[in-house]
Structures are given as structure tokens and as C-alpha cells.
């Protein structure tokens, strides 16, 4: 897992998660969470990642920590970017 904290809260509806490819994809499947009213609660969960994936959220979340878990792997994961957006 890898815990991102936020200088400050942010608000966001949009994760964009990619993997560096030049060893080949390997996330198969994968969990982001936000730390909110002292907690974890999931917000997006997928398959595979690959050069880029783009989520959506229900509705705006704002939150300082975020948290991506990989739940299954081919091999050692190589994230090369995480962002957050609001649109």
C-alpha cells in the first residue's frame, strides 16, 4: 500500500493512477481509500491500471490522505503517477 498526505485537505472526483510500463503492466486488481471521519473508507476499486486509468467518485470527496492498495500483482508494482482532480 501506499499512503499519500496532502499538504492540506484537498477536494477531488477524479484519480488518475498510471504504472510505469516499460517492465510491462503488472497491477491486476487494486483499492483506493480516503481517510475520512477517522477512518479508511474505499472510494474506487479496479482491475488492472496499466499506462493510465482515470476513475470517478459518486459525488466530490475532500480529504488530506489518500491510501492506494494493491490487491493483486504479477509482479512488484511500479506506480509512476497518482493525481487528483475535481471536475
Known sequence: ELVIDLP????????LLQEHI???QR???FSVDAWL???WKPLVNGGTIGYKR???TDSPI???RIR???LS?????????IGLFLQ
Open 62 to 64: 475532500e480529504a488530506q
Open 8 to 15: 492540506r485537505a484537498a477536494a477531488f472526483n477524479r484519480i
Open 37 to 39: 471521519e477517522s477512518a
Open 73 to 81: 500483482a504479477r509482479a512488484a508494482p511500479r506506480i509512476l503517477r
Open 68 to 70: 492506494l492498495r494493491i
Open 22 to 24: 516499460t517492465t510491462g
Open 54 to 56: 482515470i476513475l470517478s
Open 27 to 29: 497491477v491486476e486488481a
